[in-house]
T-cell receptor, first 109, second 114 residues
Framework: GQNIDQPTEMTATEGAIVQINCTYQ??????LFWYQQHAGEAPTFLSY??LDGLEEKGRFSSFLSRSKGYSYLLLKELQMKDSASYLC??????????WGAGTKLIIKP | GAVVSQHPSWVICKSGTSVKIECRSL??????MFWYRQFPKQSLMLMAT?????????EQGVEKDKFLINHASLTLSTLTVTSAHPEDSSFYIC??????????FGQGTRLTVV
């Protein structure tokens, strides 16, 4: 079966750095996505990785290793507004998005 | 980025009635749209894939006669929850893709059936 694993919840301190990991086992791979979702709102796109390596976009970076079936989302200079759920999703061989359950990130002052 | 508009943002309806949710792609044409349902503290669950001009493809366990999907144009897909019951209360979200690199989501619809 297809599976995406990410931690259920993480806590970090304002101004710090946090890394949210995601491992996946899917039938085929056509890209990995990270989305941010605030409570009661729809997800918003953060990043897309299809090749191995690090993609940096401001305070957020995303890393991919296809051979390991592994990705992480790195958030720097954490702000209170970064408190949200972070969803990892993979497009499989049919280009269907397979979603992880999300990681709830709690930022403390 | 592309814009997907979903309406209404929230709706409360009586048990047994039907509710229609609209999803529009505002600045691009979407031959395919996706409908998701999300229960509290759970991930997105794909309900169906809406294809312009043809029948929707439903995921296993989703009742196609209960969740009617119509994708009559390249910019509009609708989801109708028929004979809604309290267990249908959920957050419904549509998305549309632009190329292969990302999906754009509507704002979501909070449905409460009383």
């Amino acid at each position: 079966g297809q599976n995406i694993d990410q931690p259920t919840e993480m806590t970090a301190t304002e101004g710090a750095i946090v890394q949210i990991n995601c491992t996946y086992q899917t039938s085929g791979f056509n890209g990995l996505f990270w989305y941010q979702q605030h409570a009661g709102e729809a997800p918003t796109f953060l990043s897309y990785n299809v090749l191995d390596g690090l993609e940096e976009k401001g305070r957020f970076s995303s890393f991919l290793s296809r051979s390991k079936g592994y990705s992480y989302l790195l958030l720097k200079e954490l702000q209170m507004k970064d408190s949200a759920s972070y969803l990892c999703a993979v497009k499989d061989s049919n280009y269907q998005l397979i979603w992880g359950a999300g990681t709830k990130l709690i930022i403390k002052p | 980025g592309a814009v997907v508009s979903q309406h209404p943002s929230w709706v409360i309806c009586k048990s047994g009635t039907s509710v229609k949710i609209e999803c529009r792609s505002l600045d691009f044409q979407a031959t395919t749209m996706f409908w998701y349902r999300q229960f509290p503290k759970q991930s997105l669950m794909l309900m169906a894939t809406s294809n312009e001009g043809s029948k929707a493809t439903y995921e296993q366990g989703v009742e196609k006669d209960k969740f009617l999907i119509n994708h009559a144009s390249l910019t509009l897909s609708t989801l109708t929850v028929t004979s809604a019951h309290p267990e249908d209360s959920s957050f419904y979200i549509c998305s549309a893709g632009q190329g292969e690199t990302e999906a754009f989501f509507g704002q979501g619809t909070r449905l409460t059936v009383v």
